[in-house]
């Protein structure tokens, strides 16, 4: 018996000896253990699913099998150090693909994150049974469809992260089983909602809490519930209808502040100071962090500024106007010596920026900007000794840029879109150590240049822009600070002075230079090498652009050298310019062809060449800007077709003007692909043919009002803002040439005019009801106005003259209320003009040459009118000045002197400017006969006059 017990004990050692023997296999002290071979293949197979890896983030995952390719070693794959399993997977890489269900294989999984990928569909049912789980992380993905309720039966979970996907629906009830959740996190489910917070009340464990998006207009009594979690500390109910909700607290319940929480954002909800019955049940000393941004309040109470723990409040967008004194006063409890940040931009704050705000000692970030206060800043202001970031732009403030400003300890200062005037005493001005971005946009600093600027002697941020200088630069300005400046904005200024060097005092990282709408001179020699945005345009510089080959860093984003005289070619060095979105070079001196460079411009969305002396036919490089929104070529020489590929690679663009040039050939079909086109300007070429019937399909000239694309480029990075350039456009408006800018996006226009298109205006193109002006004048149309034209309601102006246009007017242009300019002269039109508010308000001019047209506004009878009585002539007897024969001989007198000061001029222009005898000649061409007719019966007129 005893042996038998002996040899089982021994048996039962051997067997723990052996296993654990096995459990530590091939790993002996100081070895590294492989990874398991079943789960190597598991990853791979994972990985096989992948279609799509971005950043290359699985390329350390190689199916090679030896000791240098051990799984536990690869990106994202953590192993457990004494067996081997793989127990965490960290994969937020932007992969696409499928998430494979042999991730069920990894049995000792416990970390799965999946964040910030391209994964669709719905939330695979097989990580319902990952139940080792207790970190799960499917954020910023795209999956869509309902949350399933399996993800209830991960019950080890601590950390749960769904937010920014596209779920709708309501939030499962199983969720109440996760019952060790810490962390939940289903922010921005825009359009989920709760059918009741049962469930949330069984999280006891919960730490933080993000909701935000998710509509709690059922969830009564929220406010209790939440109290009911005793270890939450962060909670995030932003845009979630809490205003419609009904009961949101019930007072039966605990009703003394027990609030844990420390960081609170109930911002975007429309909530109303009524609010604060319930908010002061989740308010307690350990809030820290309060956001009411985007509400309707109209003012705090008095509890908020006894909390001695709150050190951040965001009062922004409220859009209820009440006096910032009395806020200030609300506040200035115990609240006054905790507060470091005071959030309260565009929140309809009035008043002045009195001396309450020295109660604020602990102040460190005041943003008050986009108000309405008034009247001047308080000198308290800049003896808050902790304060460093300040900005009250876009408000009513006004008087002089206070001298004290250099005793405060201010980092960042920004008084921009402010009636601030100069400082009185620039020799009172201290050291302005500390600063390091000053924005003072918009205010009244000129005339002189501020001599102050020269002790900013730590500034990266310089915006002296439209301030009324009206001055020389100083000497030693460009040389003037260490080399830390990465943003310099001195444009529209009247500033003069050379500049050659635009490279000393710039940071070697990405830097912003704009110098635009000023004076300034010279050829430009350096700049800095990590240029993010350079401005040079309406200014004086000439010389060429081979300063361009210095920008190598790949930073830049926007170029406009525009309204210059550069001369000289483009060089071909825009390989370094991948990150480049807008390259304006328009109204210089410029010429030579488009470098082939420019097919390495894959993110270029505006190019802008217009008025120069640039030639050739447009490069096929130029189809790999398949990002171009923006191509303005006009008053250039280039020739050849118009390329079929414009139409099939661009597609994007919604602004097209190749006009002023030698294009000749058909108008390409293809160029009906381009459905975003809301300007096209082909005028002033040699284009043959008809217009393509297809023009109907340029949806944004079909669809009226405002296009939904906008001619601002914003590029952003790590979500932050870095810069913007908006499009301007000059257009032919009303017979001279506008320049559109902010209202670029309302206009929809098509010009043809001055080319040698022939055929029927198609009916077609009376489907752009949205387009706005339209132009086919000097050109050869024959045949009838189409009768649907008076669909064009849209239509402000429309030329149709000097063509060969027959029939009648329609009698459906009585409706086109909208037109202020309108021309039809000098076609073989004939008939009563129809009646109509809009049509015989215009100047008879408007249809002269037309030798069947009848009825007002012309002079001439239908068959069938009353005759006008024709107005006596007054002689020079009734008259008692000059007589006919001296007005007679005057006109003659000026029209010699004026052709032949006009002809000289013209022939001049011939013998020195190819571009411009096109041109002329091409007017000529078209205007001969009409001009000859009219200058005629004009003097016949007068002829008769003076016999009467």
Known sequence: MANNICHKFLHLVLSLFLLRLKVTRAAPLGHKLLCIDKERHVLLHFKANIHHDIFGYLSTWKHEQDATNDCCSWDGVTCDNQTGHVTSLNLHGRLQGKISPSLLNLSYLNHLDLADNEFHGTIPSFIGSLTELKYLDLSYNSFHGTIPSFIGSLTKLRYLDLSYNSFHGTIPSEFGNITNLQDLSLGTLVGYSIENLDWLSRLSHLEKLDMAGVSLVKGSHWVNVIQSLHKLSYLNLMACDLTHVKHPYSSYANSSPSSSISRLDLGYNNLNSSMYRWLSQLTSHRLVDLDLSGNKLDGIPRYLGNLYGLTSLDFSYNDVAFKFSDFLYNLSGRTSDSLQALYAQDSQFIGPLSDDIQNFTSLVYLYLSDNLLNGTISEKVWELPKLQYFTVYS????????????????????????????????????????????????????????????????????????????????????????????SLDLSSNNITGKVTDLLSNFDSGPSNIILSSNNFYGSIEHVASGLSRLDLSRNKFYGDLSFLCQIIDGFLLFLDLSHNSFTGKIPDCLWHFKELRVLNLGQNNLSGRIPSSVEHLINLEVLTLYNNNFSGELPLSLRNCTMLTFLDLKGNTFYGYVPNWIGEKLSRLYVLSLASNNFFGAIPLQLCHLVKLQILDLSINNLYGTIPSCFNNLTAMVQGGLSPHHNVHVVYANHSFISEYVDSEMINWQGSVSEFRSTLGMVKSIDLSSNNLSGS??????????????????????????????????????????????????????????????????????????????????????????????????????????????????????????????????????????????????????????????????????LKDCAYVKVMVFVTKWQQAAHA
């Open 761 to 926: 205006i198609p009916y077609e193109l009376t489907d752009l009801h949205g387009l706005i002006s339209l132009n086919l004048s000097v050109n050869a149309f024959h045949d009838e106005i189409p009768p649907e034209i008076g669909l064009m309601k849209s239509l402000l102006q429309l030329d149709l003259s000097r063509n060969n246009l027959s029939g009648q007017i329609p009698t459906s242009m009585s409706q086109m209320t909208s037109l202020d300019y309108l021309d039809i002269s000098c076609n073989k039109l004939s008939g009563r003009i129809p009646l109509s508010t809009q049509l015989q308000s215009f100047d008879p001019s408007t249809y002269t040459d037309n030798k069947g047209l009848c009825g007002p506004p012309l002079t001439k009878y239908c068959p069938g009118d009353k005759e006008f009585e024709i107005p006596r002539v007054v002689d020079q007897s009734e008259s008692g000045g000059k007589g006919v024969g001296e007005l007679e001989r005057w006109f003659y007198i000026g029209g010699a002197t004026g052709f032949a000061t006009g002809f000289s001029i013209a022939c001049g222009a011939l013998l020195v400017n190819r571009r411009g005898s096109n041109v002329v000649f091409h007017f000529f061409g078209g």
């Open 395 to 486: 408000n009513s403030l006004k008087g002089a840029l206070s001298e004290n400003i250099g005793k405060s300890k201010l980092l960042i200062l920004d008084l921009s879109n402010n009636s601030i005037e100069g400082v009185p005493s620039e020799d009172r001005m201290p050291n302005l150590s500390y600063i390091e971005y000053i924005d003072l946009w918009s205010c009244k600093l000129g005339p002189a240049f501020p001599k102050w600027i020269e002790s900013l002697k730590n500034i990266t941020y310089l915006d002296i822009a439209n301030t009324g200088i009206s001055d020389t630069m100083p000497v030693g300005f460009w040389n003037m600070w260490p080399s830390r400046l990465n």
